[in-house]
């Protein structure tokens, strides 16, 4: 069976699933949503600019806090400075956080350029300065994240990662994707499956995890010890819950159109009482509603729609509109809208009529009505 905890030293992450950086989505607000629905093991801040940390930039400060009941959290540091990296880290110790988290993954090109992530991969030497500078810098668990590699002729992950332990890191997180491939690429996950066979510090998998099927996939293909989500979050932020009752032997619950309205319409508040104008509130509503709106009926016009509000008003009254239309087709269908859509085709002969065929059944008797923005 698959493993449900690790621990990094001696703080335990139960369950072994882990709320992936983000930038620009998993500041406080995004993760207290995520932990108000459960089932994760760790969150984790977006990336801060180490030297921004070490001067105590205002931004990078705001970027870096957490709520008091946030355990176990990690604050993810980047940069290329080892003396300010340490610096940072050590701020990060100081805030209370339980895990410091070096970046050597990043592939965007404002932090390859000229502040580290990715390029990292490729300078082994600078790489090994930071984290032994960041070792003697604090005493909390200290992971890095990796990709696979900068491109495909240097997928180095378990050198690099090899080295990380030898200087003292505590869990390493690899994404299977290269630098080159961005979010692109086709499943590779040889090198983490590797890295976690040489290595006996935890191994994370990350990259494409998004359901039952991949999470079992990657913890399968790699042996790894636990799994980092990212977009499979913002898309479905229930995914942890779900994953945690799954491996767990419980059904899996399910988000119905009132829990998906209702945290997204409270995570619309939040962004409110948080963000100084409008403009900050909306640009974040869009942000995270286009990758919310995946799966749902009619997600792309409802996409569009939210890209088109002018207003933080025009945008809660699309989300009113679109799930007053999904409550009343979920009412008139009489089957949640995310039961499996099957063909009578596909229904099997007979005297079948086990609670998920009925409902299945349903489903296929009633096809969805027209969009509500039509
Ligand atoms: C919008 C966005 C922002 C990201 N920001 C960071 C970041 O700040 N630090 C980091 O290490 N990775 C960052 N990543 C990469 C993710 O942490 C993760 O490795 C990647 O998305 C693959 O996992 P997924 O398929 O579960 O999303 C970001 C990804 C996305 C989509």
């Known amino acids: 069976m698959f493993p449900s905890r690790y621990a990094i030293r001696d703080l335990a992450i139960a369950p072994n699933l882990v709320l992936a950086p983000m930038e620009g989505v998993t500041?406080?607000?995004?993760?207290?949503?995520?932990?108000?629905?459960?089932?994760?093991?760790?969150?984790?801040?977006?990336?801060?600019?180490?030297e921004a940390l070490r001067r105590g930039v205002?931004?990078?400060?705001?970027?870096?806090?957490?709520?008091?009941d946030e355990h176990p959290v990690a604050i993810q540091i980047y940069g290329r400075n080892p003396d300010s990296l340490a610096e940072a880290a050590r701020a990060v110790e100081a805030s209370g956080a339980d895990v410091v988290d070096l970046n050597f993954g990043c592939p965007s090109k404002k932090v390859c350029a000229h502040s580290g992530g990715s390029s990292l991969m490729r300078?082994?030497?600078?790489?090994?300065?930071?984290?032994?500078?960041v070792r003697a810098a604090v005493r909390i668990p200290f992971t890095v994240k990796m990709r696979s590699g900068f491109d495909h002729g240097a997928r180095n992950a378990p050198d690099l990662a090899q080295m990380c332990q030898d200087e003292g890191v505590e869990a390493i997180v690899i994404h299977w994707r290269t630098r080159t491939d961005?979010?692109?690429?086709?499943?590779?996950?040889?090198?983490?499956?590797e890295t976690k066979a040489r290595l006996r510090i935890?191994?994370?998998?990350?990259?494409?995890?998004?359901?039952?099927?991949?999470?079992?996939?990657?913890?399968?293909d790699t042996g790894v010890d636990g799994l980092m989500i990212g977009r499979g979050a913002i898309k479905n932020p229930w995914i942890f819950q779900q994953l945690h009752a799954h491996f767990a032997g419980r059904p899996q619950p399910r988000a119905d159109g009132t829990e998906k309205?209702?945290?997204?319409?409270?995570?619309?508040?939040?962004?409110?009482?948080?963000?100084?104008?409008d403009h900050g509130v909306l640009g974040r509503m869009k942000k995270i509603a286009n990758y919310f709106t995946h799966g749902l009926p009619y997600g792309s016009e409802l996409r569009l729609a939210?890209?088109?509000?002018?207003?933080?008003?025009?945008?809660?009254?699309?989300?009113?509109?679109?799930?007053?239309?999904?409550a009343a087709e979920e009412l008139?269908?009489?089957?949640?809208?995310?039961?499996?859509?099957?063909?009578?085709a596909d229904l099997p002969a007979g005297a079948d009529q086990s609670a998920a065929w009925a409902e299945a059944r349903r489903h296929a008797a009633a096809p969805l009505g027209p969009s509500p923005f039509s």
């Open 182 to 193: 961005m979010y692109g690429g086709t499943r590779a996950v040889d090198k983490i499956a």
């Open 27 to 50: 500041d406080l607000m995004f993760r207290r949503l995520v932990r108000s629905i459960g089932g994760v093991g760790m969150t984790t801040t977006e990336f801060i600019a180490g």
């Open 306 to 326: 939210f890209l088109h509000s002018q207003t933080i008003d025009e945008a809660v009254g699309v989300t009113d509109r679109y799930f007053d239309w999904l």
């Open 202 to 220: 935890p191994v994370i998998g990350n990259g494409d995890i998004v359901d039952v099927a991949s999470a079992e996939a990657m913890f399968r």
């Open 332 to 344: 008139r269908r009489g089957v949640p809208f995310d039961a499996p859509a099957v063909g009578a």
């Open 58 to 68: 205002a931004k990078a400060e705001m970027m870096a806090r957490f709520d008091p």
């Open 261 to 277: 309205r209702r945290v997204l319409l409270r995570y619309f508040e939040s962004l409110r009482g948080e963000f100084r104008n």
């Open 123 to 133: 300078e082994p030497e600078l790489a090994r300065a930071i984290v032994r500078a």
